[in-house]
């Protein structure tokens, strides 16, 4: 066997490795594509839900904290009322099952004209539910319990990480 011989055989293993290798990733660049595209898709189909979610956890918040504190009644009128049309409606869309909780919680509540203390109480109660249902939906955890992040970045400041 001569040099040559063993250079050739040499150089047609290296194409032919270097053509599979060069197949190879394109395969894994096409389904990484695909993988990526679909990653897209699912969060642009699943933005306005978040978006609605947001809305509507925010306005349930302000409601039930307008009934557990106002004094006007008037306005502990048109927030009752607005906590019903959430309360049979549009919530029930978005809602996990903790604020559902949270919000029957609430409604029974004030259907038995429950003391201001309390309708106070379920009402932090359900915002606290909100905040953790919108932590596990938007996948942030400081949404938690903002004062345990700023606990953490005071601690890192004072270790010096």
């Not at 055989?9 to 194409?15: D, N, P, S, V, Y």
């Amino acid at each position: 066997m001569s040099v040559a011989w063993n250079v050739e055989r040499i150089g047609k293993l290296a194409a032919i490795v270097g053509a599979l290798v060069t197949f190879v990733w394109g395969v894994y660049q096409y389904f990484d594509a695909r993988t990526r595209d679909a990653d897209i898709r699912r969060l642009e189909a699943i933005e306005p839900f978040l978006d609605r979610q947001l809305k509507l956890y925010t306005e349930a918040t302000q409601v039930t904290a307008a009934i557990a504190t106002t004094t006007d009644p008037v306005e502990r009128a048109k927030a009752t009322s607005r906590f019903w049309a959430l309360y049979y409606g549009e919530l029930a869309l978005v809602e996990d099952r903790y604020v559902e909780a949270a919000m029957v919680a609430f409604g029974r509540a004030l259907s038995k004209s429950a003391k201001t203390e309390e309708l106070q109480q379920l009402s932090l109660q359900l915002a606290h539910e909100c905040r953790e249902s919108l932590a596990r939906a938007w996948g942030v955890s400081a949404w938690r319990d903002p004062h345990e992040v700023a606990r953490e970045k005071r601690d890192k400041l004072i270790v010096g990480e």
